[in-house]
């Protein structure tokens, strides 16, 4: 009897905010992300804290998909409208292709929760075979907007890579 083989969810997290990466506010909103995904079976490969720097998430995101083949990036921060905010356009000059339904729906989920919420920027999309997807900065944004995706996550993760993915609710 053959069995399926089932992957654990290679996840990167990158916290993107100035004050983090200059070590003058504890990054919280990373650990929520890295948690909630370990609680549902994820695996995480890689954890960093970069400056709102164009190049510099560039680099980050596109070292994560083309040398460590990560299934799956998460960043949090930069998505909103403050001057140096710019995680969205580093997303989208890595991208081949979007996947605008993931940030649609987080913010269709939570705007209930806080109207802010259609201030976050935040996009997702496909570099190869992993899948990139902001969220805004806040801790409770984080976790708000994770919950709202983080059952549809290893579907798309599968389809993208080919392989099953563990998933616990
Ligand atoms: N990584 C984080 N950890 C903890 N709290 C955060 C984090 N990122 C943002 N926040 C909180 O969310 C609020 C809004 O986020 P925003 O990204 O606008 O903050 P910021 O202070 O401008 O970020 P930066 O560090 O890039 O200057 C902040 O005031 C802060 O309280
Ligand atoms: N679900 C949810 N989304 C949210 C929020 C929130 O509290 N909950 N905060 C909003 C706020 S106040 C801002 S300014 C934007 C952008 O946040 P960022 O610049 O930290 O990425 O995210 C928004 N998205």
């Given amino acids: 009897m053959s069995e399926k083989k089932v992957n654990k969810i290679k996840t990167a997290v990158l916290t993107i905010s100035d004050k983090g990466s200059r070590g003058e506010r504890d990054d919280l909103s990373g650990p929520v992300l890295a948690e909630m995904m370990l609680e549902v079976g994820a695996e995480i490969v890689h954890r960093e804290i970069i400056a709102d ?3 510099e998430i560039k680099s980050a995101l596109i070292y994560l998909c083309d040398h460590k ?3 799956l990036i998460l ?8 001057k140096r905010d710019i995680t969205p356009e580093a997303t989208l000059a890595v ?4 996947s605008p339904g993931l940030t649609e729906k987080m913010r269709a989920d939570t705007i209930s929760i806080t109207p802010k919420a259609a201030l976050s920027r935040a996009r997702a999309g ?3 075979n992993t899948l990139i997807i902001n969220f805004p900065g806040s801790p409770k944004a984080v976790r708000e907007c994770l919950q709202s995706i983080i059952d549809i996550i ?10 099953f993915t563990e998933h616990r609710h």
């Fill in 154 to 163: 290893p579907h798309g993760v599968e389809i993208l890579t080919g392989e």
């Fill in 53 to 55: 720097e164009i190049e």
């Fill in 126 to 128: 496909i570099r190869k």
């Fill in 95 to 98: 991208i081949e292709k979007e």
């Fill in 75 to 82: 960043t949090t921060g930069g998505t909103g409208f403050a």
């Fill in 69 to 71: 083949n990560v299934d």
